[in-house]
């Protein structure tokens, strides 16, 4: 009995070997993602690869070109009011990959959608981001026909804004404003939107060939009833799930991925090996890495933090210089601002925010002296001369550990007194601390949403989101309103001008110690070429992407 | 009985996932008034006791919890029946190639008892408990895909089971020490029982002895081990899913529980599935016991 049994299992394992010879597919797209796709639901997803897997699918108002400037996607033009009010989006002839036409309905459906359902990101519809009239209102449960969207004709979408906005036509391209056909969502179950490739559709570059939430690999094709589909080089391509960039580095050297991004202490191994080498690009990717301070003078630490000066002190005594060079290694950029460097720039001028980096050097540097002078001053006010304290960090990826030990070596070096505690922990349980309040210090990487200033400077005023608490100054948030949605809105130079006022307060403060401005460190085959690269939003493209 | 074991395993589940640190909402852009309105819309805000009675009775209705993700607010049944297949197919193949090996080792150990090659099937079970079937998955996708590039790196779903061999072999390891062990004793025992002994005396021997009176004895009870091995699989795949990116529960679960958000509801449910097939098929071994060996519903009658 067991021997026919065995001799099965051996004829199976034969058979299926036979199977081995066609693994030559080197010349279909693979790119690695780092985690897995949370949703394809424009209204629920939060994560960069949701975002990154529906821009491949879906086409919005706009679409952004190689170099971050907004050109027309479904909108083939638009008109913006005297007061930059009122947006008028017209409409080219685009279809869904079911046939049905692209039409200004799908727009105010999934818009109104998302405001309703108030999840996440339904923040950049409000009056911080994107200003759409009612919107707040809506968000907080009002009634979603009052949302200033209309489609007075199938091809032309009407937007009313509370206030002007300037980089609102870029903000189209964001995966949230983008449309959802209401006759086939209404078809479906509850809750099965984009779960699957026939719950799904596109008006896009791509359909999807096969997907399910959380899967591993997605496999998507191009979409032949694109209104751009003669510009479409790629035929079928992949994404693979990878969590470990251990793997993920041999699969391409495998030739199984052709698109990865390696860790920082890869890339030295990388580069020792001359023929790999030649495949490694840094990526600025405008995520500002910075340490959150606790001001709460209730926190179990008897909030020392609250402390202006030992907050000006621990920032002072941090060497960003050699964070990055030694210990993040992958192309990230030393950063003593609030906003990153290689983002937002300037539409007169083309100059990024934070092209000066030294015009806060009074409050954020490297200067052991000055560290220990402001260290002397926290210790008499706080009548204290030793701080134990305690910062979280989340260790999923793995990378931060390496750079936390750093800045706790030099922190402690330098201010003698003062003792860091690690705590590592996964990235569920850092949120839950952030959220409550619960640490000292916290490690935080902030990735734009947006490119403006405004997508980092939201982060602090007293209403915004929960991830830094315990400040609050109203200078400092009244620039921000005023920026956002009061005076100085529609003059572009003024809000520009008064967001280096809100930096300053947030720098001499020291609500944040900004360390370094990430980059991505990708191993890319030869043959492919034409993927661009944003540093916010959708970071990656894959439109005009080739492969020889 | 095991109803309540199932029962006391889900509250406990209910009530340690709630008290672990984590958080289910891993928002970093909503203000505390927003999360505290989600809270409540998923009735996350009330008393431990009082949500653990609302979802048992939205168990026994035949959903678990709301029913969808909280992550991604998919419906959970349906993705879940995809990963257990999948996960099933390869536990499965896994089975089948464990016992085969298993049975072979075994029977090889206990006929050449004390010598070398029981030696080495013994080194050999040995190395089947010790090694965790993810670290064996790891030796192979380096060997077999990266060295020599005959596997796929990464599971391809088009050549479902070509590319289940590498996990499905990782997988069985467990199951052929432990088939191989198991069977080796039974073999040993029943070689040393007085009707074998006398079998040998009428003058039966070699195979003939072997297949009719030594290995049909002492395979009744190998039959019980790998019964519980099948959910062993299910549940223990859960790395060797991850890295190999199979779609299957074990990395469902994984991703519940180390996603950026703790998914609740997976967790949960997966749980739930879990415990109670393996409560189902220990319930089933005990019933079948009885019917696989005769010797038990003897005793049972001779004591009655």
């Known amino acids: 009995?067991?021997?026919?049994?065995?001799?099965?299992?051996?004829?199976?394992?034969?058979?299926?070997?036979?199977?081995?010879?066609?693994?030559?597919?080197?010349?279909?797209?693979?790119?690695?993602?780092?985690?897995?796709?949370?949703?394809?639901?424009?209204?629920?997803?939060?994560?960069?690869?949701?975002?990154?897997?529906?821009?491949?699918?879906?086409?919005?108002?706009?679409?952004?070109?190689?170099?971050?400037?907004?050109?027309?996607?479904?909108?083939?033009?638009?008109?913006?009011?005297?007061?930059?009010?009122?947006?008028?989006?017209?409409?080219?002839?685009?279809?869904?990959?079911?046939?049905?036409?692209?039409?200004?309905?799908?727009?105010?459906?999934?818009?109104?959608?998302?405001?309703?359902?108030?999840?996440?990101?339904?923040?950049?519809?409000?009056?911080?981001?994107?200003?759409?009239?009612?919107?707040?209102?809506?968000?907080?449960?009002?009634?979603?026909?009052?949302?200033?969207?209309?489609?007075?004709?199938?091809?032309?979408?009407?937007?009313?804004?509370?206030?002007p906005v300037s980089f609102f036509p870029a903000l189209m391209s964001f995966p949230t404003f983008y449309p959802i056909n209401e006759k086939f969502y209404n078809s479906l179950d509850s809750g099965t939107y984009g779960t699957t490739p026939d719950t799904f559709l596109s008006n896009g570059a791509f359909v999807l060939s096969d997907y399910l939430p959380g899967t591993a690999n997605i496999q998507l094709k191009k979409n032949d009833s694109y209104w751009n589909a003669d510009k479409i080089s790629l035929d079928a391509w992949q994404y693979q799930v990878v969590s470990s960039s251990d793997n993920a580095l041999i699969a391409f050297k495998n030739g199984t991925l052709n698109l990865v991004t390696i860790s920082g202490s890869q890339v030295e191994h990388v580069q020792a090996d001359a023929e790999l080498s030649k495949n490694l690009k840094s990526i600025p990717s405008g995520a500002l890495s910075y340490l959150t301070f606790n001001q709460d003078p209730k926190n179990h630490h008897a909030g020392a933090l609250a402390n202006v000066n030992l907050r000006l002190a621990i920032?002072?005594?941090?060497?960003?210089?050699?964070?990055?060079?030694?210990?993040?290694?992958?192309?990230?950029?030393?950063?003593?601002?609030?906003?990153?460097?290689?983002?937002?720039?300037?539409?007169?001028?083309?100059?990024?925010?934070?092209?000066?980096?030294?015009?806060?050097?009074?409050?954020?540097?490297?200067?052991?002296?000055?560290?220990?002078?402001?260290?002397e001053k926290a210790k008499s006010e706080l009548g204290k001369d030793s701080f134990e304290l305690e910062v979280i960090y989340s260790n999923d990826g793995g990378g931060s550990t390496k750079v936390i030990q750093a800045i706790k070596s030099q922190v402690e070096e330098n201010l003698p007194g003062v003792i860091l505690k690690l705590q590592p922990m996964p990235k569920a349980e850092y949120l839950d601390k952030v959220t409550t309040n619960s640490f000292d210090l916290a490690l935080t990487d902030w990735v734009p949403d947006y490119d403006d200033p405004m997508t980092f400077l939201t982060l602090w005023t007293t209403e915004g989101c929960e991830i830094c608490e315990h400040w609050s100054n109203a200078d400092y948030d009244k620039i921000i309103a005023d920026c956002t949605s009061g005076s100085l809105a529609a003059d572009y130079d003024a809000r520009w001008n008064a967001m280096y006022d809100a930096e300053k307060i947030l720098l001499e403060n020291a609500v944040i110690a900004p360390l370094f401005t990430n980059a991505n460190a990708i191993l890319i085959a030869p043959n492919i070429s034409g993927v661009d690269f944003h540093v916010a939003g959708v970071n990656r493209v894959f439109k005009s992407a080739t492969i020889k | 009985m095991s109803v309540l074991t199932l029962f006391l395993i889900i509250f406990v589940l209910f009530v340690l996932i709630r008290i672990v640190p984590g958080n289910p909402f891993p928002v970093e852009r909503m203000s505390a008034e927003m999360?505290?309105?989600?809270?409540?819309?998923?009735?996350?805000?009330?008393?431990?006791?009082?949500?653990?009675?609302?979802?048992?009775?939205?168990?026994?209705?035949?959903s678990f919890g709301n029913g969808t993700s909280l992550y991604n607010g998919a419906p959970?049944?349906?993705?879940?029946?995809?990963?257990?297949?999948?996960?099933?197919?390869?536990?499965?193949?896994?089975?089948?190639?464990?016992?085969?090996?298993?049975?072979?080792?075994?029977?090889?150990?206990?006929?050449?008892?004390?010598?070398?090659?029981?030696?080495?099937?013994?080194?050999?079970?040995?190395?089947?408990?010790?090694?965790?079937?993810?670290?064996?998955?790891?030796?192979?996708?380096?060997?077999?895909?990266?060295?020599?590039?005959?596997?796929?790196?990464?599971?391809?779903?088009?050549?479902?089971?070509?590319?289940?061999?590498?996990?499905?072999?990782?997988?069985?390891?467990?199951?052929?020490?432990?088939?191989?062990?198991?069977?080796?004793?039974?073999?040993?025992?029943?070689?040393?029982?007085?009707?074998?002994?006398l079998a040998e005396a009428k003058g039966l021997y070699g195979?003939?002895?072997?297949?009719?009176?030594?290995?049909?004895?002492?395979?009744?009870?190998?039959?019980?081990?790998?019964?519980?091995?099948?959910?062993?699989l299910l549940t223990g795949a859960m790395v060797t899913e991850k890295i190999y990116g199979i779609n299957g529960v074990g990395k469902l679960m994984v991703d519940a529980i180390a996603g950026e958000g703790v998914d609740y509801n997976y967790v949960l449910a997966l749980s739930i599935v879990f415990s109670a097939l393996y409560i189902g098929i220990m319930l089933l071994l005990d019933i079948l016991y009885g019917i696989i060996d005769p010797r038990i519903r003897l005793t049972a009658k001779e004591a009655a």
Request: charged share 20%; net charge negative.
């Open chain 1, 1 to 163: 009995m067991f021997k026919k049994f065995f001799m099965l299992i051996c004829a199976a394992l034969l058979i299926a070997g036979c199977g081995g010879g066609e693994e030559s597919a080197n010349n279909k797209l693979s790119v690695m993602l780092a985690s897995n796709v949370v949703s394809l639901d424009s209204g629920q997803c939060t994560d960069v690869a949701s975002f990154e897997v529906i821009a491949d699918c879906i086409d919005g108002l706009t679409q952004l070109d190689a170099d971050g400037k907004a050109i027309p996607a479904i909108a083939e033009s638009f008109d913006v009011s005297q007061d930059g009010k009122t947006y008028t989006f017209h409409l080219r002839d685009a279809k869904w990959s079911n046939g049905d036409d692209v039409t200004a309905d799908d727009f105010v459906f999934a818009w109104r959608r998302h405001c309703q359902k108030a999840e996440e990101y339904a923040y950049i519809m409000d009056s911080t981001v994107a200003c759409v009239k009612n919107a707040d209102a809506v968000i907080k449960g009002g009634d979603p026909t009052t949302l200033g969207v209309s489609a007075p004709d199938p091809k032309t979408f009407v937007v009313e804004l509370d206030a």
């Open chain 1, 315 to 375: 920032s002072n005594a941090i060497d960003r210089e050699s964070l990055t060079e030694n210990y993040v290694m992958n192309g990230s950029t030393p950063t003593y601002t609030a906003i990153p460097i290689h983002f937002a720039p300037n539409a007169k001028t083309g100059k990024f925010f934070a092209e000066d980096q030294n015009q806060f050097a009074d409050y954020v540097g490297f200067d052991v002296d000055k560290a220990r002078g402001f260290f």
């Open chain 2, 35 to 62: 999360i505290l309105q989600k809270r409540a819309e998923l009735g996350l805000d009330k008393p431990i006791l009082i949500q653990f009675v609302d979802y048992m009775s939205m168990l026994l209705q035949g």
């Open chain 2, 76 to 197: 959970i049944k349906p993705i879940m029946m995809i990963c257990l297949e999948n996960s099933f197919k390869i536990g499965v193949l896994s089975i089948l190639f464990g016992t085969a090996a298993g049975l072979f080792l075994g029977i090889i150990a206990a006929l050449n008892r004390g010598k070398f090659l029981d030696g080495l099937c013994t080194v050999v079970s040995i190395l089947g408990v010790c090694i965790p079937s993810y670290v064996f998955m790891i030796f192979l996708q380096y060997f077999f895909s990266y060295k020599i590039s005959f596997f796929p790196y990464f599971f391809d779903a088009s050549r479902f089971l070509f590319s289940s061999i590498m996990p499905a072999l990782s997988l069985s390891l467990f199951a052929i020490a432990t088939v191989a062990r198991f069977t080796r004793n039974e073999m040993i025992e029943v070689m040393n029982s007085d009707y074998v002994k």
């Open chain 2, 207 to 232: 195979f003939e002895l072997m297949r009719k009176h030594v290995l049909r004895n002492a395979l009744i009870p190998v039959v019980t081990v790998i019964a519980p091995l099948v959910v062993g």
